[in-house]
Structure formats: C-alpha cells, structure tokens
C-alpha cells in the first residue's frame, strides 16, 4: 500500500471522523464524558461503523482512541482500563482496515490537563502521548492523527511525540470563536510551527461547521507549504455563532439551558449538499486531506466524496427521485401518480 503522502500527492485523501457523536445517537456512548468505552463493551459496533464510513468514502480507518487517555478515563472512574481501551481500539481499528484495504491511522487529542507556562502539565501531556503513541506504533500504523488541539504548544508536544516514534503525523487545531489558538497564535502562525516542526499534514477539525471554517483554511492554505486538513463539524455556525459551543436555538426554549450542545444539535445540520459544497471548494483551494468531525455519519461522508467525484460502495444507494411514487418522472410511474406530485408540493396548509 502507498504511503500517506504518497496517497496525497495522488490526490485526495478522505478521512471520516465524528464516532463520538455518532455512536452517542446510537445509544452507545455517554455525551459529556465522551469516552470511548464502546471499544470494550460492543467492539462489533465499532467495527460495524468503521466499515459504514470505509464504505461511505472515507479511505482512514481512524483508530477511536479519542478521550482514551489517562485524564478521561482517570475522570470516570476506570484508570485501569486505558491500556486495555486502547490496544482494543487498535486491533479493531487494524481488523477493519486490513479487511477493506484502508489507510490504518492511530489518534491522540487534547488531553484536557496542559496548562501554558505550567510544566508539570506539560510533562504529564507528554507522558500520555508517550503511550498511546507506543501502542500505535507496536499495532502497525500507517500513521497518525493528533486532532482537537486547543493550545498550539500542545499541539507542538503531541507532535513530537509521534516523531520520536518514527510515524508521520497528521496535526489538527480546534479554534473556538476568537479566530485564534487559546495560548493566542492565529490558525496560520499554528499550523506553519507544525508543519515547520516536521508534521506530514497541519489544519483545522471539529468546533466549527463549514461556513466558520473555511476563511480560516483559506489562510492556512497560504500560510503552509505542507498538506492542509480540513475536518468541519456538519453544522451551520455562523459568524455571530462560529462553534458548535456557540450556537443557540430559538426554536425551542431548554429546561436550564439555551445551548443545544452537545445533543440537541440536530435542527442545525448541514445538508448534503452544503457538505458537497464544501468538499469542492476546500479541493480548489488545494486542501489535500478532507473529512467531517463531530456530527457526521455516513450519509455526509458519502455526499462528501461524491462532491469530489467518487463512487464509493454506498453510492449504490444515493438518492433516485425519479423513481419516486409522487414526485418522480420514470416511465414506470403512472400518470394519475405523477400528477398527484403537483399537488402534494403545492398543497397549503396554512
């Protein structure tokens, strides 16, 4: 199998994100710990799901290690578990990608406890890079992804980390609403120390949807010589509302909040087409590495690739409206049916 980089010299590179929220919907991880205890208790789920993603598009199997780390686990209670989590993550993760010929991709993310200027914080980060980076390593990934830093120089850690390891490193910020790291390096000045530090592909996932992400990309894009990420969440931020976190609802009225956060999201999702949208504009811009983060599935993965010309397996089953009882134009359909489609658009019910 060709390598990472060799993958992204060929063209584009789809990685799917968003297990956390989408094995939450599925009734198989709590929202607010968001740890990825599924690994243990229903490995077949996650293996399920990362064949619906490969299926969809997406050419990673991304090891769900997200939040596997000593702070998360140490917050629920179930410290013991972090090895046993992660080295079962990994071998579902190699299963499925072995078995589809996909990209087998480790992960590590912001590890909750860095504080800037606080070096015992920073030693505790490393030490827990260390080890999730090591048993990445002795599983065989391809490579892998340090994806939702908040803080630049943790970021840096993380990095460094995966390169004494020997594995490229794909390096992913998470910019909440001031346009900026929270140790305060713009996106651009970020990404341009990691990709300088030696990170094989530096940008942005999660927090913010594709409206609120994209002008950030765009001074990415200039700012790097390496490969650029782009990992939206599929949400409608706005600039009023430029993260996940932002956004309110004036549709509903919450019982002690007015944050739909993290599960009460849905009346703001993206559609298929403004996902394609993004997939095409992001690829013109000459952004090599694409995927969708925190609320996606697999219908978005798909719509994804498409938009890039693809026809993965689950293209088999996109959308036919011609063939619809009402509203479609084949042959097949009768007349009587084909004019009830005027009706059924038209109809007023006010």
């Known amino acids: 199998m060709s390598t990472l980089l060799e993958r992204l010299e060929a063209g584009t590179v789809i990685c799917a994100e968003g297990y956390l929220f989408e094995l939450e919907r ?3 991880l709590q929202a607010g710990a968001f740890v990825p205890e599924v690994v243990l208790e229903h490995p077949d789920v996650v293996a399920q799901l990362h ?3 490969v299926r969809a598009g997406s050419d990673v199997v991304e090891t769900f290690t997200y939040y596997a780390h000593r702070e998360k686990l140490r917050v629920i209670g179930k410290l013991e578990q972090v090895e046993v989590m992660n080295r079962n993550a990994l071998a579902i993760a190699k299963s499925v990608a072995d078995e589809t010929g996909a990209i087998f991709a480790g992960n590590i993310c912001n590890t909750n406890i860095f504080v800037p200027g606080d070096q015992t ?3 505790a980060a490393v030490a827990m890079f260390e080890e999730q980076v090591g048993w990445a390593a002795e599983a065989g ?3 892998v992804i340090a994806e939702t830093f908040a803080f630049g120089e943790e970021a840096l850690l993380a990095l460094r980390s995966i390169e004494r390891a020997g594995l490229p490193a794909v390096v992913t910020l998470a910019i909440f609403g001031e346009d900026a790291t929270l140790d305060g390096w713009t996106p651009e000045e970020a990404c341009k120390r990691l990709g300088q530090a030696g990170a094989a592909v530096v940008g942005l996932n999660c927090l913010r949807g594709p409206h609120t992400m994209l002008p950030l990309l765009r001074k990415i894009r200039d700012a790097v010589e390496c ?9 409608r931020t706005t600039n009023a509302e430029p993260t996940f976190f932002n956004l309110t609802d004036p549709g509903y009225r919450y019982q002690g909040s ?7 999201l849905d009346p703001f999702l993206c559609n298929r087409h403004e996902i394609g949208d993004f997939a095409r504009e992001t690829s013109e811009m000459g952004v090599r590495y694409l995927g969708l983060c925190c609320g996606a599935g697999p219908h978005t993965v798909r719509a994804l690739a498409e938009a890039l010309g693809r ?3 689950a293209s088999r089953y ?6 619809h009882a009402y509203l479609g134009t084949d042959e097949t359909i009768g007349d009587t049916y084909k004019s009830l489609g005027d009706r059924v658009i038209a109809e007023d019910r006010s």
């Open 311 to 313: 026809t993965p397996p």
């Open 51 to 53: 064949r619906e993603f």
């Open 26 to 28: 599925r009734g198989y």
């Open 141 to 143: 990934v391809d490579y």
């Open 121 to 123: 914080t920073h030693d």
């Open 258 to 264: 007015d944050r739909p956060f993290p599960v009460n």
């Open 227 to 235: 490969h650029v990420a782009a990992l939206p969440v599929p949400y």
């Open 318 to 323: 996109s959308a036919d409206m011609s063939r």
